[in-house]
């Protein structure tokens, strides 16, 4: 069997200018995929990306907000109750909501999304943790997202930038990305979150427990003692997983960049087939000479294997190469999380061995049912 596949490689590099059609069309067909499946997970992961960003072992947020981009509030009594938990080591508020931000070139006002939180606890993965508390003590100061789209105009420390009308100093830079919704975020003290709006309401609360103590059973004792029935009370974990099902249910981003995939693999899988039983058809001649000589169509078989196979990996390498490329430009574009992870390549790797093994097969039929004679 190895020798028949050997043989299929050099017959198939003998014709070097159908081997370089081959490999682009299996090129494209990865880059297609890749591409696809890069945008999905993208996007699930920048409309979760909060969650990932968590310092906590537990979330607590209003029960009506099904999903990260509802600005539901929850009442600060419930963090103060949560926080007198013997096994509740302390409870961070988080406020956000959407400001007015001036930029300062065109001058034009657009919404970013502004984060409150305490300086001496910083709830989100965003950065150097004693830079940021440095920098969030300085009062009418926030700090600017440096993923941010660039719709906002040149941010620098040290300028006065407006927020909702009101002067604050931009000090430094945070990281945290925007999303489908979301082009961009600012970060500032809650002083000076509650200055501006003195009755504010926190969004959420990072809940940080003590050494030993059980995220599950904390949960269940925090719903059952306070059975008001207006919280919940997740892990980030939970959170991420809860916003993806999310996103996919309310958006058809899911089937729709499926049927692409679908599509990458369709045009991939027939283009291989005209490309390998053209090789096939001009070499009727000599696979009639092996089946006349006693080879079996397993070993005539094994012949286009080699090539699939081998087309199937010069063909990935060439698309991983040109998906890399295309990731880097698709997520400047975008300011998208998009890239060729691991899973994508445990998922399309195989996807694209398939595809050429199963279009060489295919091309192998009329080879394996007819007479040698009639192969002449």
Known sequence: MQAGMRLGVRLFLHNKRRFVIAVAAVAVAAVIMFVEFGFLTGVLH??????????????????????????DTMSPVRLDQIAAMPEVARVVPIYEHAMGLKNPVDKKVRRIMVFAIPPDEIPLAMGDIETLKNWLRIPRGF????????????????????????????????????DLVVDGAAVMSIGDWLTRSPDARPIMGAIRLKPGADPEAVR??????????DITVMTPAEMRARENAFTLQVAPIGILFTVGMIAGLVIGTVTCY????????????????????GFSNAFLCMIVIGQALLLSIVGFAAGLALTVAADRYVAAKTMLPISANGTALALI?????????????????RVVAADPAALY
């Open 46 to 71: 920048a409309q979760s990306n909060i969650a990932d960003l968590m310092r906590a072992d537990l979330v607590v947020m209003d029960i009506s907000r099904v999903h990260l981009h509802r600005w």
């Open 220 to 229: 269940h004792e925090i719903l059952t003692r306070l059975p008001y029935n």
């Open 349 to 365: 790797f195989p996807l694209t061995v398939g595809m050429c093994v199963l279009a060489g097969l295919a091309a192998m039929r």
């Open 143 to 178: 700090l600017f997202d440096r993923l941010s789209r660039p719709i906002f105009g040149p941010m620098a420390p040290g300028k006065a930038v407006k927020l909702d009308k009101t002067e604050q100093n931009m000090l430094g830079y945070v990281r945290i990305g925007p």
């Open 274 to 293: 005209q490309l390998l039983f053209n090789e096939v058809l001009d070499r009727l001649g000599q696979f009639a000479t092996l089946k006349a000589m």
